[in-house]
């Protein structure tokens, strides 16, 4: 009896929009491996010849502390990094492709209408929302970066220079571990920076009401320090510059939503 009863869970929960969904989602990938192959290796065969100039301007000197230095321990590490750069943006390309894809012909599917349906969900049409929201986006993910680049790394680098030369140790950074460091923290500001977009949207969207934000905004900012705390290092400060801009910039589109009265 158990055992039927789980079947029919089963198949209700394929049948169910999300079910077709996924489905959907997983034929489609079958069908476009290729083309997302063949996009990965453009990504990376365009993006391989510089790295080398990628490298060379995440250890430039003037960005590392006083007295540290960065070190390749194996023969092979500085092509690893380079290959690891170029598959990334491989996947970018992916990323880009398959979300172009989804505003453009994923929203005419019917279990994806059925399921906006069901959840009250308005998704604009392609067009001029979507450039304005693409522009956004992308101004945010920049802004992201240049924080991580220009305030949030210098500032974390040379503290923990200092902590460690302050009892005696010599601070020499393998190069994919320092490359690891400076790209993850990028990274997570790059995401941490589209939450006013992600805010804005979600409320005008009837996704979310702003007065159900407002009242679990603790739980954001708890959410905010967590993804801080996965993407930064161990401390307090690392934890706390990661965190911040995402819980100034949550609250921030808070109160445009609320001028805008949506």
């Given at each position: 009896?158990?055992?039927?009863?789980?079947?029919?869970?089963?198949?209700?929960?394929?049948?169910?929009?999300?079910?077709?969904?996924?489905?959907?989602?997983?034929?489609?990938?079958?069908t476009?491996?290729?083309?997302?192959?063949?996009?990965?290796?453009?990504?990376?065969?365009?993006?391989?010849?510089?790295?080398?100039?990628?490298?060379?301007?995440?250890?430039?000197?003037?960005?590392?502390?006083?007295?540290?230095?960065?070190?390749?321990?194996?023969?092979?590490?500085?092509?690893?990094?380079q290959?690891?750069?170029?598959?990334?943006?491989?996947?970018?390309?992916?990323?880009?492709?398959?979300?172009?894809?989804?505003?453009?012909?994923?929203?005419?599917?019917?279990?994806?209408?059925?399921?906006?349906?069901?959840?009250?969900?308005?998704?604009?049409?392609?067009?001029?929302?979507?450039?304005?929201?693409?522009?956004?986006?992308?101004?945010?993910?920049?802004?992201?970066?240049?924080?991580?680049?220009?305030?949030?790394?210098?500032?974390?680098?040379?503290?923990?220079?200092?902590?460690?030369?302050?009892?005696?140790?010599?601070?020499?950074?393998?190069?994919?571990?320092?490359i690891?460091?400076?790209?993850?923290?990028?990274?997570?500001?790059?995401?941490?920076?589209?939450t006013?977009?992600?805010?804005?949207?979600?409320?005008?969207?009837?996704?979310?009401?702003?007065?159900?934000?407002?009242?679990?905004?603790?739980?954001?900012?708890?959410?905010?320090?967590?993804?801080?705390?996965?993407?930064?290092?161990?401390?307090?400060?690392?934890?706390?510059?990661v965190?911040?801009?995402?819980?100034?910039?949550?609250?921030?589109?808070?109160?445009?939503?609320?001028?805008?009265?949506?």
């Amino acid at each position: 009896m158990a055992e039927d009863s789980l079947v029919q869970t089963v198949e209700k929960l394929l049948e169910s929009p999300g079910g077709l969904i996924l489905a959907q989602l997983r034929e489609h990938l079958r069908t476009m491996l290729k083309v997302y192959l063949a996009i990965f290796c453009l990504g990376f065969l365009l993006a391989f010849p510089i790295t080398r100039l990628v490298v060379e301007f995440l250890i430039a000197q003037h960005r590392l502390p006083d007295g540290a230095s960065i070190i390749v321990v194996t023969p092979v590490e500085f092509l690893m990094i380079q290959l690891r750069i170029a598959s990334s943006f491989g996947l970018a390309l992916i990323v880009i492709f398959a979300i172009i894809q989804l505003l453009t012909k994923g929203r005419h599917h019917p279990a994806i209408q059925q399921r906006l349906s069901e959840l009250e969900i308005q998704i604009p049409k392609p067009g001029l929302n979507v450039l304005v929201v693409a522009f956004f986006s992308i101004t945010l993910m920049v802004l992201g970066v240049w924080y991580s680049c220009e305030i949030l790394t210098p500032l974390l680098l040379d503290y923990l220079s200092k902590d460690a030369q302050e009892v005696g140790l010599a601070t020499e950074w393998r190069l994919s571990g320092y490359i690891g460091f400076v790209v993850n923290l990028a990274l997570a500001s790059a995401i941490g920076f589209q939450t006013p977009l992600i805010t804005l949207m979600a409320i005008r969207l009837n996704v979310v009401e702003r007065a159900l934000l407002s009242t679990y905004r603790r739980h954001i900012w708890f959410a905010a320090f967590v993804f801080g705390a996965l993407l930064s290092p161990p401390d307090p400060l690392s934890l706390f510059l990661v965190a911040i801009p995402v819980i100034v910039t949550f609250e921030a589109s808070l109160s445009v939503s609320r001028l805008l009265r949506w």
